[in-house]
């Protein structure tokens, strides 16, 4: 694997980080072929392509059976799929430059997505989470004047889907956190960051709980409806999986002894291992640069 060295210390200092270390080069898998760069991102591209297929689909037969009177299909597909769509655009060209980054033989461009462009796709994430985290929570009712009817959009059966965008948008959220943390060289913010990551799944274990009671709550106070009951045990499911989860990373293994907090663990974060490494070389270099 050929990794272009720069021509001066001043080049290496920013964005082109040299290869003066071997062994941690090749940690970073860098200049390989296409086909290995999408195997990489193979698992992202295909949620990104479900993504496209489904809001595709709804705003496409949206546009087919147009009806001003339908104003819940009307909300559905521009206040929700259309924006999911320019979204998922978005966020698939980053993806595409991730894949791009990694064929070449330069880490200056997997610098570049690792905190330039990953940031600007967790700061999409985040602003979309908050909208649709507001569509969702506010009563949206509107009036059908050709019927003199009032038509209340039923959250109940979109409420969970509050549970997808907290968990992007706290993730998004440490995510940017810890990768600002290192390019800053926030030592105590990493720390901290690293010692109470755990508090994630708390947090998801919480939001889970809290929709397990609401589906109970509707299940008992109302007629019986299926997807309440569909959705009550997804949510069910998700809290009993994050409890395990959250087992696992506090306690010891086959144990119920808790870990100790350990303040130097790198999170279970592709992007968050790829700065950590980036900036260890690109430490590294200057160390031999100013020994030169």
Known sequence: MAVDYGTNVEETNETNVVESNEAKVGE??????????????????????????????????????????????????????FPLFLVNLVLTLCVL????AL?????????????????FSQLVRIFFSVYMLVIIFVQHTYFVSDKHMLVSFDRSYIIIAALIFSYILID?????????????????LKKCLSKYWFVRLCIYLFIDIFLVGYYLFLLIS????VFHAVFLGVCLLGALTIAYCLKIEMCEPNM???????????????????AVKIMEMKRDVKIVAENA
Do not use: C
Not at 103 to 119: E, G, K
């Open 103 to 119: 064929t070449q033989t330069s880490l200056r461009f997997l610098y570049i997505d690792v905190f330039y462009v990953n940031v």
């Open 28 to 81: 970073i898998k860098i200049g390989i072929s296409l086909k290995e760069s999408f195997i990489l991102t193979k698992s992202n591209l295909i949620q990104r392509a479900v993504i496209f297929g489904i809001t595709i689909y709804m705003i496409y037969k949206h546009m087919q059976n147009q009806d001003p009177d339908d104003v819940i299909n009307n909300f559905l597909v521009k206040n929700i799929w």
């Open 222 to 225: 109302e007629d019986f409806d």
């Open 256 to 274: 119920w002894k808790l870990k100790e907090l350990d303040e130097n663990r790198i999170p279970p974060s592709e992007k968050v291992k790829l």
């Open 172 to 188: 998004s959220l440490l995510v940017i956190a810890f990768v600002a943390s290192i390019y800053f060289r926030m030592e105590k």
């Open 97 to 100: 430059y991730y894949g791009f």
